[in-house]
């Protein structure tokens, strides 16, 4: 993910890096690469757990936005993605399916007597 970052030195004391758009951080060090160092550590604390993507907002000016369309959103792809399919012409793979079958109807059955 790219942030922009305004870098200001403070009166020979030291670097101020501050993020120009949300979230408003900043962060203060001795040296330029101390404050970029403090600054990316505090956003990626910041983004822990979240998912970030990129839309097309069309600019004033630009093909109207048709409000019934919804945005495009840029997804990332399934952990499972590389993997799909994977196992279809394995011989056993029917045997696999059914077996979990099996399974989850077995399953469902004693969660219906619980209730």
Same mark, same amino acid.
């Given at each position: ?14 670097f101020?890096? !501050?993020?120009?758009? +949300? ?6 060090? %001795?040296?330029?690469?101390? &404050?970029? =160092?403090?600054?990316? #550590? ?24 048709? !409000?019934?369309?919804p +945005? ?6 399934? %952990?499972?993605?590389?993997? &799909?399919? =994977?196992?279809?012409? #394995? ?25």
């Amino acid at each position: 993910m790219q942030v922009s970052v305004v870098i200001k030195q403070m009166n020979g004391t030291g670097f101020c890096a !501050s993020t120009m758009s +949300p979230p408003l951080l900043s962060a203060i060090g %001795p040296t330029r690469d101390a &404050a970029l =160092a403090t600054l990316r #550590d505090q956003l990626a604390e910041q983004f822990a757990g979240e998912e970030v993507v990129n839309i097309d907002v069309p600019l004033r000016g630009e093909t109207q936005w048709n !409000s019934q369309t919804p +945005p495009t959103v840029e997804e990332p792809l399934s %952990p499972w993605a590389e993997i &799909a399919g =994977a196992f279809k012409n #394995d011989p056993d793979y029917a045997e696999v399916i059914e077996h979990m079958n099996v399974y989850r109807e077995q399953r469902n059955r004693e969660l219906e007597g619980m209730f």
